[in-house]
């Protein structure tokens, strides 16, 4: 039988800023990216975040981002690579104690927004990225984009790796997600969203935004927690998948 993880982004609420609704969305996902401070969310929600999480069985990921809380880690940061280490090392640190003080435990890491489409391409930043969560714990699970340069390098340090898929997004016919200020480039409809990911799981295709077919090998499917609709989304996602025989379950194991 096929199995699939379903992730999604969350911690990312403050009182001015309600972006999502974690706890639905922790209904159904089996996995948890949880912000760290630095592009959203308050400690204090993030570890309430952390605490349903823990209450049903979700695995825990750190989600470190660029310091960029007003852009919401989405603007593409200049930054040295000492400071940029010490910046993940410092998420993962912050998100790693609250999951234990959560009863919990922090299993993986997927970098946040710019960052994380800057290490899919960018072998430089991406050693970066991977010195720090091996710095802080070599037992972290990389999560990052099928394809992507950072799996590359994370594998060639020794960490174990997990490759996503984006239910949400629209693809390039490279691979890669199609750019936020493109049209088209997040996806709404709840059924086409749920057979996009049917097709991913059966048949390691999905069809890039010009309509050609790319091969996408994913452990994981991303529904954003911020997207409209996002709970509709990863409800119709996991029921078709599991309709069509696919086992749900976290790639890295939920503890």
Request: aromatic share 2%; charged share 20%.
């Given at each position: 039988m096929t199995t699939i993880d379903l992730n999604s982004d969350l911690?990312?609420?403050?009182?001015?800023?309600?972006?999502?609704?974690?706890?639905?969305?922790?209904?159904?996902?089996?996995?948890?990216?949880?912000a760290c401070g630095f592009h959203a969310g308050s400690p204090e929600g993030i570890r309430a975040t952390l605490v349903e999480a823990v209450a049903r069985g979700v695995a825990i990921g750190a989600h470190p981002g660029y310091r960029d809380y007003e852009g919401f880690g989405r603007l593409d940061v200049d930054i040295d690579d000492a400071t940029l280490q010490a910046h993940v090392e410092y998420q993962l640190g912050a998100l790693g104690a609250l999951a234990t003080s959560a009863g919990g435990r922090m299993v993986y890491v997927k970098p946040h927004g710019a960052?994380?489409?800057?290490?899919?391409?960018?072998?430089?930043?991406?050693?970066?990225?991977?010195?720090?969560?091996?710095?802080?714990?070599?037992?972290?699970?990389?999560?990052?984009?099928?394809?992507?340069?950072?799996?590359?390098?994370?594998?060639?340090?020794?960490?174990?790796?997990?490759?996503?898929?984006?239910?949400?997004?629209?693809?390039?016919?490279?691979?890669?997600?199609?750019?936020?200020?493109?049209?088209?480039?997040?996806?709404?409809d709840p059924e086409a969203?749920?057979?996009?990911?049917?097709?991913?799981?059966?048949?390691?295709?999905?069809?890039?935004?010009?309509?050609?077919?790319?091969?996408?090998?994913?452990?994981?499917?991303?529904?954003?927690?911020?997207?409209?609709?996002?709970?509709?989304?990863?409800?119709?996602?996991?029921?078709?998948?599991e309709a069509a025989g696919v086992a749900i379950a976290p790639f890295a194991g939920a503890r």
């Open positions: 911690g990312e609420n403050v009182p001015e800023r309600i972006v999502g609704d974690d706890a639905a969305m922790l209904r159904v996902v089996t996995s948890a990216n949880v960052l994380y489409n800057r290490i899919a391409h960018d072998e430089a930043h991406a050693r970066v990225v991977v010195a720090a969560v091996r710095a802080v714990d070599p037992a972290l699970v990389l999560l990052g984009l099928a394809g992507s340069v950072v799996l590359d390098v994370a594998e060639a340090a020794g960490l174990a790796t997990a490759a996503e898929a984006f239910a949400d997004r629209a693809y390039t016919p490279e691979g890669l997600l199609v750019s936020r200020k493109e049209p088209g480039s997040v996806l709404h969203v749920a057979a996009r990911m049917v097709r991913l799981a059966q048949e390691g295709v999905l069809e890039a935004i010009d309509g050609t077919t790319i091969r996408v090998r994913a452990e994981s499917i991303c529904v954003h927690g911020d997207s409209p609709g996002a709970i509709a989304m990863a409800e119709a996602t996991r029921a078709a998948l």
